[in-house]
């Protein structure tokens, strides 16, 4: 019988007869007895009795603390739909990028999909004489799954790299070899996964760097591989959402759009543009969506599941968005910025000559000479560009909030994270500066190993890790340090205009800036957008030179992106209770796959689709707005954020946000520190509302009281008062419910939404409303001109 590592339990009777008895597990950190029913011999069931107190209580609650080291992830299986699976994800997404209509694909869908072509072939596959002992060794089980979803997901994510290489070819011309663009996508993912290894220790180990959006994967993957009677309500549950949300979305989505937002203030009055401005928001950059309802999951759940979004993001995400609801329609209603000329949401650019009645987009090609680089002459002829007041207020803000970010970990969550500065002690510096004493071993985790207790102590998951071979951390630099030489190299080679030096610093910042940023979603599962700060960095450093500074953004941002997903999924790998060394090779080989893949798909879809991703409109199958978006923002603040943003200009608080961001939680910390340390002032976490201040810049909006209302309902009502519930139930109906949306989405995008091929409209009805203008019926802004559906 294997050993399966964890928790030991104690029975006792409560009845005369023994027919009925209870088990008891005993925690002595947490005081808290979890107690064992057993009426139903079939269903042996834990009844918790208290809430999870802290993290350390959800990630033992939720995941199981418990582990089997002879499951073997290292099978035909799991190369096999691996490899298969992060094809057809990368496949996807570089695909999609070119496409007008976008295709996500959720982890939650590729563990479905990977569990269920998993049991087929361990059904079908020959178990028998040499041939079955290679491929079909034993039943699926939950490692190799684990490796497959973090391979597949690994190869998923799309290269910022990749869309660089597509605008380079097609609005400048330049076609760099085959081996060198391949080799600059390389560059780009692997600095990001050597830096995300190298920090592990910090970033993945500890219990408080849970990464909530992990937690409905895991409790999924554990319930899907586990006794089917003792999981069999877990599963039922599961199977419920999963088939609710993939009937109900083709409604919302396809069918029935109204459902989308439902406003009653816009169908009572249809005629005002301030009721829409505030109250309408069920189509992009239609308003701020006040007391809208949404019954559109996509919407709720998009980005970040209120299911398992911690309470406490939650409530400073929702302080920020009220406060922006009175900034956004005080700042355009008193004409902040000419605000009344340009629309009320808009992340373009426009012209100088927009008004009330007509807005004007703003041509950045013609500013630019045959070089591809702003043209001082042409800028004073056609004049500058101007932001919509709502897009130049998020830019300030964002530039607050990752300030803000910076000095709120420094100041509240420093012993958190000071093991990130751990290789600049005094005796390793003293080695630095010795040569002759350095050895392979530099990179290598040094010191006395650690004792079961001390493993405890850090995380009980990463305790039971500490039963296989660690990765070195020379394997982790060793990459780091190859992905800057070729990216260095491949920076001259395939003609960026990126200087070396602009290189390294883009280099620097992303190293830097991601034990703050990648804490962040570890710690409140929330991920903030840096990109316009590292653009405005590059804008500075390299003006005039859009193209540098795309690939600027590329290694400063896209790197450091890549490296919290990348942290995100060794954190998954250790909840499963993964090998480190497959985890590595799972992530080193899924990215190496993304890569190849999307420079394919890239190159072919450019070369055969020119004329359509170049044109403005496109067509409902080929667009190429990404890229055309791509290539404009780079203008912008590659050409012009000095006349833009520096002192004394339009935009001057954009910069200065940056500087009222690294003072902002001061005065909370002080109050916290030495006059009210009993208020909970450390709750109040500045960087997130100041982020959320931004969030209504552009976008759809119609979802945020849906949003709050079930977040505050799972995360506070249902932890605290029925935390039975909530520990058993509620992780793993956020997986069903996410994996049935996303199924359904995927199937409608390729079907119905013209993903490949002709889109087919839904007829118009009162429910779906697509010619008359706005979903939910809000006054449509005249001077937006016709909505294109």
Request: proline share 5%.
């Amino acid at each position: 019988m294997a050993d399966i590592k964890g928790p030991t339990y104690r029975a006792k009777p409560i009845s005369d007869d023994g027919s009925t008895e209870q088990i008891e597990f005993l925690d002595e950190k947490k005081a808290q007895v979890h107690v064992i029913d057993r009426t139903d011999s079939s269903d042996d069931e834990i009844v918790y009795t208290r809430p999870p107190k802290d993290t350390h209580d959800l990630v033992t609650e939720v995941i199981l603390a418990e582990d089997d080291p002879t499951l073997n992830p290292w099978t035909f299986r799991t190369w096999f739909l691996g490899l298969s699976i992060a094809c057809f994800a990368a496949a996807t997404t570089a695909i999609n990028t070119f496409k007008p209509q976008p295709v996500h694909i959720h982890l939650v869908f590729i563990a479905v999909l990977s569990y269920v072509l998993g049991e087929v072939m361990a059904k079908v596959l020959p178990s028998r004489g040499r041939i079955g002992r290679i491929i079909n060794p034993h039943p699926f089980n939950k490692k190799e799954h684990a490796a497959i979803c973090i391979m597949a997901v690994s190869g998923g994510s799309t290269p910022e790299a990749m869309m660089i290489l597509a605008v380079q070819k097609l609005w400048y011309g330049i076609r760099p070899h085959p081996f060198y663009a391949i080799c600059l996508i390389f560059s780009a993912q692997m600095l990001g996964y050597g830096v995300a290894g190298l920090l592990r220790k910090t970033l993945v180990y500890p219990t408080k760097m849970f990464y909530p959006a992990n937690l409905p994967t895991a409790s999924l993957l554990e319930s899907l591989h586990k006794d089917k009677v003792t999981t069999k309500r877990k599963m039922k549950v599961f199977y419920i959402g999963l088939a609710v949300l993939f009937c109900w979305q083709a409604f919302p989505q396809y069918i029935m759009p109204v459902l989308g937002g439902v406003s009653i203030f816009c169908l009572t009055h249809r005629n005002s543009l301030f009721v829409t401005n505030l109250f309408g928001g069920s189509m992009a950059n239609e308003g701020l969506g006040v007391l809208a309802l949404s019954f559109d999951w996509q919407l709720i759940a998009g980005a970040k599941n209120p299911m398992w979004l911690p309470l406490q993001t939650q409530v400073n995400e929702l302080i920020g968005y009220v406060i922006s609801i009175g900034m956004y329609m005080g700042i355009f209603y008193s004409n902040t910025w000419h605000a009344r000329s340009l629309p009320f949401l808009s992340p373009l650019l426009f012209h100088n000559s927009s008004t009330a009645h007509k807005y004007v987009t703003y041509d950045v090609k013609k500013i630019l000479n045959k070089k591809w680089e702003v043209d001082e002459g042409l800028l004073a002829n056609y004049g500058l560009p101007s932001f919509s007041a709502s897009y130049a207020t998020s830019l300030t803000t964002i530039n607050i909030a990752i300030a803000a970010t910076i000095t709120h970990m420094l100041l509240w969550h420093y012993h958190d994270i000071k093991s990130a500065w751990a290789f600049m002690s005094g005796s390793n510096m003293i080695h630095f500066v010795q040569p002759w004493k350095w050895h392979w071993k530099f990179w290598e985790n040094r010191g006395v190993k650690i004792t079961k207790e001390e493993a405890e102590a850090i995380d009980p998951h990463y305790a039971l890790m500490t039963e296989y071979e660690e990765v070195p951390g020379w394997w982790f630099g060793s990459i780091w340090i190859a992905a800057v030489v070729v990216g260095m190299t491949m920076c001259y080679l395939a003609d960026t205009t990126l200087p070396w030096w602009g290189f390294l610093i883009a280099c620097l910042l992303s190293t830097v800036l991601l034990t703050f940023f990648a804490a962040l979603t570890a710690m409140f599962g929330f991920s903030l957008l840096v990109q316009p700060f590292i653009q405005m960095i590059g804008a500075y450093l390299l003006p005039g030179k859009p193209l540098a500074n795309m690939y600027f953004s590329t290694y400063g941002f896209n790197s450091l992106y890549q490296a919290k997903l990348m942290l995100k999924d060794l954190k998954l790998g250790q909840y499963t209770h993964l090998a480190p060394k497959c985890t590595f090779a799972m992530q080193l080989i899924g990215t190496s796959v993304g890569c190849l893949i999307s420079y394919i798909m890239m190159e072919k879809i450019t070369t055969e689709k020119r004329d359509v991703l170049m044109a403005i409109q496109g067509t409902n199958v080929w667009s190429g707005h990404m890229l055309q978006s791509t290539n404009t923002v780079a203008v912008a603040w590659g050409g012009l954020a000095k006349y833009l943003f520096s002192f004394g200009k339009r935009y001057q608080w954009v910069p200065i946000g940056f500087m009222i961001g690294c003072a902002a939680p001061l005065p909370f910390w002080l109050l916290d520190r030495y006059l009210f340390p009993k208020a909970g002032l450390g709750y109040y976490n500045f960087a997130i509302i100041a982020a959320a201040l931004g969030g209504l810049a552009h976008g759809t909006h119609s979802a945020y009281l849906m949003h709050y209302a079930l977040g505050f309902f799972c995360q506070f009502y249902l932890r605290r008062y029925r935390p039975n519930w909530f520990i058993k139930y509620n992780y793993i109906l956020s997986a069903g419910m996410d994996g049935g949306s996303s199924l359904i989405n995927f199937l409608l995008t390729f079907s119905v939404f013209g993903g490949a091929g002709k889109a087919v409209k839904f007829p118009s009805y009162w429910g779906n409303n697509h010619n008359s203008g706005n979903f939910d019926y809000c006054m449509r802004d005249p001077a937006m001109g016709k909505r294109h559906t």
